[in-house]
């Protein structure tokens, strides 16, 4: 079987803006009058933005509180918050690894994609300087969110493959439970003091272990000839 394109979560695969995530949400919820912390934050991890502000809410227990309107005013509070704080993103927030394996996908000649929740992604790409590898992004806008299949689905359209000859990486449990219901072949990443998401194919506790070798291997692929 032929490999045809690798999907690419963006936080917490090709870099760590999960803390930032967290920063501006914790501003957010305490502002409204609720508390957060690491723990529920990594319930959010791969979920999109307005389905994130909902479980907060709903922690809270003032999920009726809000009108439509001013829930999507708190959501945009939040992400100008958040892309405030990308402010020093530099590529050296770049996770080990990750661009020595997008520079042996484009010397195959096999497109790289990312596949995020995040609305953010061109500018985290840009400020890691690492937009020239990706071969597409998916906009997450108006698609169902992970860990429906849709944003996994629509990687692959853009890359002109077929699902089935698609490796996907990602670390959150929504993102991997959206890898295999697009019928690909998930690889789940890890953290120190936490554990990769359960249901992937191939687990490695750093994206320093990814290779393009690592990966055909598990997947019982092959390269583009």
């Known amino acids: 079987m032929e490999l045809q394109a690798v999907l690419f979560d963006l ?3 090709v870099t760590d803006t999960a803390k ?3 920063t501006a949400w914790r501003n957010l919820a305490r502002r409204i009058g609720i508390d957060i912390d690491g723990d529920f934050n990594e319930s959010l991890k791969g979920i999109e933005r307005m389905q994130s502000l909902e479980r907060i809410l709903v922690h809270g227990g003032r ?3 809000y009108s439509q309107e001013e829930k999507e005013r708190l959501a945009q ?3 100008e918050e958040y892309v ?4 020093g993103l530099t590529p050296e927030d770049t996770y080990p690894g990750i661009k020595e394996l997008l520079i042996e996908l484009r010397e195959r000649r096999i497109p790289a994609v990312i596949a995020s929740a995040s609305k953010n992604a061109p500018l985290i790409l840009e400020a890691l300087r690492l937009n020239e590898h990706f071969h597409a992004i998916v906009d997450p806008g108006g698609i169902p969110g992970k860990p429906a299949p849709d944003i ?3 990687g692959a359209k853009l890359a002109g493959a077929d699902p089935a000859h698609c490796i996907g990486i990602e670390d959150s449990q929504a993102g991997i439970e959206a890898i295999k219901a697009a019928g690909m072949h998930a690889v789940g990443i890890g953290e120190a003091g ?3 998401p359960s249901g992937a194919d191939l687990v490695c506790s750093s994206t320093k272990e990814l290779t393009l070798r690592l990966l ?3 997947a019982g692929m092959a390269c583009k000839r």
Request: net charge negative; aromatic share 8%.
């Open 194 to 196: 936490i554990p990769a």
């Open 63 to 65: 999920e009726q509180d």
């Open 77 to 79: 509070e939040k992400n």
């Open 216 to 218: 055909l291997d598990s």
């Open 11 to 13: 936080d917490g695969v």
């Open 84 to 87: 405030s704080l990308l402010a």
């Open 152 to 154: 996994s689905l629509q």
């Open 20 to 22: 930032y995530h967290f």
